[in-house]
Nanobody, 119 residues
Framework: QVQLVGSGGGLVQAGGSLRLSCSASGSTLSRYGIGWYRQTPGKERESVAHISAGGNTQYGDFVKGRFTISRDNVKNMVYLQMNDLKPEDTAVYYC?????????????WGQGSQVTVSS
């Protein structure tokens, strides 16, 4: 079992930056693919960024080079650096860890961090 704790959210003005962190305990993150998702009220949770166990990254189209996902397997941490934030980035951001163990998929979620971008 993996316990994920997200942190780093807050209030920022448009154009500003925030770095979200996701720390893990209970297991090493090195074997997990890690994703950041976000959700606003009344909308489905959407994928923001993903980094595979091997370090390959993918981003949602709306990111457009503004966000960077990274991982530190020594510290068991994953980060989402968000630059040039826009009001439409306001959401609760969640980290997610996925793997397949003995043919069984496993998925774990952090508790969510509120990001609010003011115009």
């Amino acid at each position: 079992q993996v316990q994920l704790v997200g942190s780093g959210g807050g209030l920022v003005q448009a154009g500003g930056s925030l770095r979200l962190s996701c720390s893990a305990s209970g297991s090493t993150l090195s074997r997990y693919g890690i994703g950041w998702y976000r959700q606003t009220p009344g909308k489905e949770r959407e994928s923001v960024a993903h980094i595979s166990a091997g370090g390959n990254t993918q981003y949602g189209d709306f990111v457009k080079g503004r966000f960077t996902i990274s991982r530190d397997n020594v510290k068991n941490m994953v980060y989402l650096q968000m630059n040039d934030l826009k009001p439409e980035d306001t959401a609760v951001y969640y980290c997610n860890a996925v793997t397949v163990r003995r043919g069984v998929p496993e998925s774990y979620w952090g508790q969510g961090s509120q990001v609010t971008v003011s115009s």
